[in-house]
């Protein structure tokens, strides 16, 4: 668990020092036998915030839910998939490559999805759901008319996609323009266009509100930006348009 | 056990349509009153005085709300059909009235807003009312167990095992990514390639599948016949088993499939995928027919050259 906490990603190199060593010099790791390698996999972030902290806007439950079992299988499959890739390439094993596609799409999406998620949401006594101002508020009258029609605008499409997905409002980094985009399943937003860059993200798959929510998806949206951390979207806004 | 059907205020089989929406004078559509309207949804609105229409109802449930427990839970089924299922069939109803899809049966309308891969607005809802009338219809308290008779007997012959069947059935549906369903079919249709003739056709190139679907999307438009479905949206067993899918879906095998359903459909399937190919033959013996008859008008024909001198 200390582990998790003081590092953000972890070497499998590292974790290999406690595995035996063999004849040949070669270490053992889990079933197969390999080289020692520097892969890089994931590990699920901390929230910077009590599971219980964004109530009464999402309650305890869901954000436990959500973290520990979602976005932790999302790594774990990442992580698998990552193993795999990287033995299929060793191998020079095409066909492997190919096949594993899906599932890093799948389950990094989920990663890279969920990690920007947590940054997204706020307590509200820490700031969660106070508008933007300055450069990102200006920008959003620009592109939108009012932070009004912008939230109306992803409600609507947040609620009209079918099946699971994310609404994003997201940044053009070559026009610097915003605009709201959605993507299906874990897809990140950069599969809408190489040059978007997520500002905000809301989670529209069910396991993101049912439990409080339950069917009724627009009351979700609505009430979500309450808790919506305005601060991170401006500081990744004034970033990438510096 | 009571078994009282609970059902939420259904609609009737048919009631007046709402009005269609005021006509604009420079929409051109006041100069085609007499003729069918085309509409954003693809459809074409027939004229006002069409007025009575038969509307889609939710259909009851088989089993009263709380029958299903503690599998599926009162609430789950409160929400899923009462919720879930019932959006889909209003909005279907809203957005085929006055439609040339109206008083159409499910299956058709389907079908038709599929649109061959293109769907219209209105699909989503059609499909979802079908699939969910499928898996209710698929489900009973005290289900599970085996299969038996010719059902079992596919099973085994195109799966190995009844286990392995379910194996492969539970792996579709923890694989479907995001929302879906996983299906059992009877996959009994020939590819529409024109030219391409099985030569030796037989009840064996008919076989049972197991499939998974996103979102909507079921067997019918693959031009299979399903027999069995797991509803693995998100909503179907969050509150029962959060997002333990897998658990659901050992459940519903376990626990809640009727298999004397299932092994009904296959019957219906294979009665139609025989009827199916007796018309075909039939078809193929009259096209062989004309041709031979093509045939021998050439041999007959007085100016060909020929060793009669």
Known sequence: MAFRTLLAKKTLALASSFAPVSASGDRWLGASLHRVRTLTVASLPDLPYDYGALEPIISGEIMKIHHQKHHQTYITNYNNALEKLDAAIAKGDASAVVQLQSAIKFNGGGHVNHTIFWQNLKPTNEGGGEPPHSTLGWAIDTNFGSLEALIQKMNAEGAALQGSGWVWLALDKGSKKLSVETTANQDPLVTKGATLVPLLGIDVWEHAYY??????????????????????ASEVYDKETA | MQHQVTSFASYGAFRTSTPPPPISPFSGAWRNKTRGIKTETGGTRLPRHAAIVAQLELKPLPYSLDCLEPHMTRQ????????????????????????????????????????????????????????????????????????????????????????????????????????GWAWLAYKANKLDVGNAVNPCPSEKDNRLVVLKSPNAINPLIWNYAPLLAVDVWEHAYYLDYENRRADFVSVFVEKLVSWEVVSHRLRIAMEQAAERARKETREDDDEEATRSDAVEMYLDNESDDSETE
């Open chain 1, 211 to 232: 439990l409080q929510y339950k069917n009724v998806r627009p009351d979700y949206l609505k009430s979500v930006w309450k808790v919506i951390n305005w601060k991170y």
């Open chain 2, 76 to 179: 789950t089924l409160e929400l899923h059909w009462g919720g879930h299922h019932r959006a889909h069939v209003v909005r279907l109803n809203n957005l085929i009235a006055g439609t040339d899809l109206d008083g159409k049966g499910l299956e058709d309308i389907l079908l038709a807003t599929y649109n061959k891969g293109n769907p219209l607005p209105a699909f989503v809802h059609a499909a979802q009312v079908w699939n969910h009338d499928f898996f209710w219809q698929s489900i009973k308290p005290n289900g599970g167990g085996h299969p038996s008779g010719k059902l079992m007997e596919l099973i085994e012959r195109d799966f190995g095992s009844f286990d392995t069947m379910l194996e492969n059935f539970k792996q579709a549906a923890v694989t479907q990514f995001g929302s």
